[in-house]
C-alpha cells in the first residue's frame, strides 16, 4: 500500500479484463479526463452504491411489500424525463 497523503492509502491491485472491455475503458477515462485508476474506482464506488441501494429496497419490500407494476412504471417515467430534462439543460440532443 502507498500513502499518497494523510488521508488516502491507496493499494495497487492487478486485474485481468477481456481486451475489448479494457479498450472500452481506456476510451472511456480518456472521455472522461480521468486516468483508468481513477475511472475503474468511480465505476466500482458506482457499483457498491448500487450494492447498497438494492439491500434498503429489499429490506424495504420485506417490511412493506414489494412495489407494484404501477409504482415502478411511475418511477421509470420519472428518471426518464429527470434525464432529458437534465440532458436538455446541458445542449445535448434528446432523442
Given at each position: 500500500?502507498?500513502k499518497?497523503?494523510?488521508?488516502?492509502?491507496?493499494?495497487?491491485?492487478?486485474?485481468s479484463?477481456?481486451?475489448?472491455?479494457?479498450v472500452?475503458?481506456?476510451e472511456?477515462?480518456v472521455a472522461?479526463?480521468?486516468?483508468?485508476?481513477?475511472?475503474?474506482?468511480?465505476?466500482a464506488?458506482?457499483?457498491?452504491?448500487?450494492?447498497g441501494?438494492h439491500d434498503?429496497?429489499t429490506?424495504?419490500?420485506?417490511?412493506?411489500?414489494?412495489?407494484?407494476?404501477d409504482?415502478l412504471?411511475?418511477?421509470?417515467l420519472r428518471?426518464?424525463t429527470?434525464?432529458?430534462r437534465?440532458r436538455?439543460?446541458i445542449?445535448?440532443?434528446v432523442?
Amino acid at each position: 500500500m502507498n500513502k499518497y497523503d494523510d488521508e488516502i492509502t491507496v493499494e495497487r491491485l492487478t486485474v485481468s479484463l477481456e481486451s475489448e472491455l479494457a479498450v472500452a475503458i481506456r476510451e472511456a477515462a480518456v472521455a472522461d479526463d480521468l486516468n483508468v485508476s481513477a475511472w475503474l474506482a468511480d465505476a466500482a464506488r458506482r457499483q457498491l452504491a448500487s450494492r447498497g441501494l438494492h439491500d434498503v429496497v429489499t429490506e424495504w419490500e420485506a417490511e412493506h411489500g414489494a412495489f407494484s407494476d404501477d409504482e415502478l412504471a411511475i418511477e421509470t417515467l420519472r428518471r426518464s424525463t429527470a434525464r432529458r430534462r437534465a440532458r436538455q439543460s446541458i445542449g445535448c440532443v434528446v432523442r
